[in-house]
């Protein structure tokens, strides 16, 4: 049987809306739905939740507002009157699916989501940069947490956030309501997840510091050894203490391995106030041979009385004889010029010498010496000696160069040569 849609004024000059209230029945809208707060305050100015596909219709004769119950089946229904106010919560409750009000929730989720995340990647940087360095390992691990529940947090907001497509009558008070309940029972369990989570994560934040300490054990006290040895044989061996009781003792000494009263070295060191302290013992030459060697540590309290120790023995590995490596011979060359004019020029140059080695030029002429000068080897051996005279008379009396240099404490002749005359060329006048 269909029902015939009347009314409400019996003074309507057509009463029939059958038509009017079939279309808008008939009408159905998708919007992108997000409960905020004003949504929550229209909810709860609307008049009583109305049956079902409750249609809302306007006689286009008389002008009255009015609601239809499409679940009623009589013959004929005539209309129920809406108040002004149910009219203006209607009113405010279907301008909550506008399509500008979807844009609007659109934009709010993408900057809240940008706003988030941001936030996110900041809290991140700052524990790996500040916290992760300065906290204990147990600090850490509740920071870690604290950072997993914030994550899992906003990720429950994210979802709580984010707009949900829903279907509905515009024209049916009814229809509304129930989409803004079916998204407000979505999000009620994600809010009381997202809730929970956050507050887990700062209750794991704030009580980091204080847990880590518990879980954190006390630095243990310890005698750090290392060593070298050069190719000349020179041990240096390095103690470093660090966590000790101020005022404690701790030394090393060198000894032969299984021998432990043949001590070639000990030495010891008072252990700083903030419970550091570092102990360097060198040997010029440990021989191998005469070995093997082995470096035993030890640590003492304060007093005389105090036992000692043992801190570990490191056996002194590697001590092999060093490779002696071949020298080159030492050589000095001399080389001199003498010009038409007298100009005269000696030089020596020398390699491989001993360092500090003098090497001395002279010239002289009978008795007098015309001119001399003194040079010294360098660290590596190398030398040279230059003299320069700017006339040298050859005429009179023989001329002789020599190159003198330190043998075991004494002057040594190295090299002597008389001075030849100036080839003298004869011009023909005719």
């Not at 100009?343 to 002429?365: C, F, N, Y």
């Amino acid at each position: 049987m269909t029902t015939k849609w009347l009314c409400a004024t019996s003074t309507c000059p057509s009463p029939d809306l059958t038509e009017l209230v079939t279309v808008a029945a008939g009408k159905t809208a998708a919007s992108v739905l997000e409960v905020f707060d004003p949504e929550a305050e229209a909810r709860a100015q609307a008049p009583a939740k109305p049956r079902i596909l409750d249609v809302d219709v306007i006689c286009p004769y008389c002008k009255t507002r009015q609601m239809f119950d499409l679940r009623r089946t009589e013959a004929e229904m005539k209309g129920r009157p809406i108040l002004d106010t149910e009219a203006a919560a209607l009113d405010k409750l279907r301008a909550l699916f506008e399509p500008q009000k979807s844009a609007e929730r659109l934009e709010a989720f993408g900057t809240w989501l940008f706003g988030g995340t941001a936030f996110f990647t900041t809290l991140v940087g700052f524990y790996a940069y500040t916290v992760h360095d300065q906290v204990k390992a147990g600090s850490q691990f509740f920071f870690t947490i604290a950072l997993a529940l914030l994550g899992l947090s906003m990720a429950s907001a994210a979802r709580m956030k984010t707009p949900a497509l829903k279907t509905f009558n515009p024209d049916s008070p009814s229809s509304m309501l129930k989409a803004l309940e079916e998204r407000a029972t979505e999000r009620s369990g994600q809010l009381k997840y997202a809730s929970a989570c956050f507050a887990a994560a700062l209750a794991f934040a704030g009580a980091a510091p204080a847990l880590g300490a518990l879980f954190s054990s006390a630095p243990v006290a310890q005698v750090a050894t290392s060593y070298t040895r050069d190719a000349s044989g020179k041990l240096s061996a390095v103690l470093k203490a660090t966590a000790m009781k101020p005022g404690d003792v701790f030394g090393a000494r060198i000894r032969k391995q299984g021998a432990p009263q043949a001590v070639l070295l000990e030495g010891s060191q008072t252990v700083k106030a903030d419970g550091t302290g570092e102990l360097t013992l060198e040997v010029a030459k440990l021989e191998a041979k005469d070995g093997p060697w082995e470096l035993a540590t030890y640590t003492r309290g304060q007093g005389t009385a105090v036992a000692e120790k043992d801190a570990g023995v490191h056996v002194l590995t590697g001590l092999v004889a060093p490779v002696p490596v071949a020298r080159p011979e030492p050589s000095l060359g001399t080389a001199f010029s003498f010009t038409p004019n007298g100009r005269l020029t000696l030089e020596a140059l020398g390699s491989a010498l001993k360092p500090h080695t003098p090497v001395e030029l002279q010239v002289r002429q009978g008795e007098k010496v015309l001119g001399w000068t003194r040079g010294v080897a360098a660290q590596d051996g190398a030398v040279f000696v230059k003299l320069e005279l700017a006339t040298v008379d050859v005429s009179k009396e023989p001329v002789v160069l020599t190159v003198l240099g330190d043998g075991d404490g004494k002057k040594e002749l190295l090299f002597k040569q008389t001075l030849p005359e100036p080839t003298k060329v004869v011009v023909d006048g005719r």
